[in-house]
């Protein structure tokens, strides 16, 4: 049966553990006498040759085991450690505590139950699984291992996942398990059994963890990512993520036009239209028969279908200090300069068929030119 000694340090310090022989004393005197042990009897053995008692001083729990009906006391000293300003490690307090344990024979009729698990999760990519039993489990260092706690993964692999537990409530109930590997999406199975070289996971009364149980690892949701503002003409190029977890998709679009998409559906081509509009692509992703939705809206920059601005002409190519317009129109021209990522960067009216690009950097443009009858498209190039 194993038993909680003491709680966890509040201050954080170490705290190691030895059983001593117990003490005796009298109400005159503070200080306590080694009391002798019985023959068969020792720190060592202090249930004697027919019994065990095993420290864990990792969890603070003590396990012990008796073949005989006796009552014991054992004596454990309690050492609190923390280093000092050298880093060394000095001794802050020590604390004595005496267990009294009483071994009975059990009745004839009694009868011990296995221990079942009551849930299991984890999560995408994450090293650890939480599980929660029906009754209390008492863990030792040398109980929750991969040989007494089986973790397969999707692919049926047993290759050592379980390495150590944490309990993480005061009726150990509720226990975070950590892994070699992580987490992968699909349906993990968890084996809980006894195994010739140890006794398994123990409760009260010497109550086995035996159990098999199926959790779900659910994958990372698809998230599509991209330009969210667009000029139109232009194709614009949309990836998406996790797409390697997807059985199969679907999706649609608004105010554009899907124009190719790759057979992994990790990376789509759109033309979006018409001009000074909005418009959204939505995919579904459809994985171990649930589905999850992503979206991404984009504000359309730009003009419709050109048209001719009578013979215009722009002139130097590349440009650089200014652009020189040579044309026909009597009109009054504006115009309006996007990057390529559909951003106005420049805008206001055509001044003696020139206008002044010395502001903006190196790069491609789109020169949009407008007068009270025409409006033309054009792709620029900058370089000062």
Known sequence: MPFEICEADPDGDSLSFQIIAPKGGNAGSLAGTAIAYNTGYSNAAPLGTNGTATVDSVNRMILVNSSNQQNAILNIRIIEWSKDTSNTYKIMGVTEREMIFNFVTPPTNYAVNNIQ?????G??????????TVDPIYPTNLNFDSTQLILANPLGDTTNFINGAVPLSSDYKNFKL????????GVWTLYARMNNDSIGVLGA??????????????????LLIGPTDSIYGPTAIYSLLNYEYLDSVSFGISNGTILSWSNDYSQFDIEWGPMNSSGEFTLVGYSFGNSDTTSISVQVHGIGIPENLDNILIYPVPASERILLGHSSQNPISFKIYNMLGQETLSGKVVSNQIDISMLPDGSYVLLLVDTEHTRKLKIQIKN
Do not use: H, Q, R, Y
């Open 123 to 132: 999560n995408f990519s994450a090293d650890s699984i939480f599980i929660k």
């Open 205 to 222: 009364c010497g109550s086995l963890l035996v159990d098999t149980v199926e959790f779900f690892v659910s994958p990372p949701p698809p």
């Open 117 to 121: 698990i009551d849930t299991v999760n």
């Open 178 to 185: 950590t892994l070699t590997d992580s987490l992968t999406p």
